[in-house]
Nanobody
Framework: QVQVVESGGGLVQPGGSLRLSCAAS????????MGWYRQAPGKQRELVAI???????TYGDSVKGRFTISRDNGKNTVYLQMNSLKPEDTAVYYC?????????WGQGTQVTVSS
């Protein structure tokens, strides 16, 4: 059974940093495109960042220049380094593993940016 597990969320002050991790127990992790999405209360889920199996990265406009996605195929893990956090970054952050018709989601980790 595939498991996608996020960790690293929490409460941080504006301007601070957090690093999220996502461990995926999928066979052949390196062939999956991995992504981070977020959903704030009352809003639709939105793209934060994607890293393809080839290492190409894409970011949502609101996080460009502040967030960095990376992956370690040896550890079946993808990371999201979040810097210069703003209150509007507050949301539940979800990890996604995607390969053709295979699409797996984690349960999410809460990130709250507040003073």
């Amino acid at each position: 059974q595939v498991q996608v597990v996020e960790s690293g969320g929490g409460l941080v002050q504006p301007g601070g940093s957090l690093r999220l991790s996502c461990a995926a127990s999928v066979s052949g992790f390196s062939i999956y495109d991995m992504g981070w999405y977020r959903q704030a209360p009352g809003k639709q889920r939105e793209l934060v960042a994607i890293i393809t199996k080839g290492g190409t990265t894409t970011y949502g406009d609101s996080v460009k220049g502040r967030f960095t996605i990376s992956r370690d195929n040896g550890k079946n893990t993808v990371y999201l380094q979040m810097n210069s956090l703003k209150p509007e970054d507050t949301a539940v952050y979800y990890c996604n593993a995607h390969y053709y018709l295979r699409d797996y989601w984690g349960q999410g980790t809460q990130v709250t940016v507040s003073s």
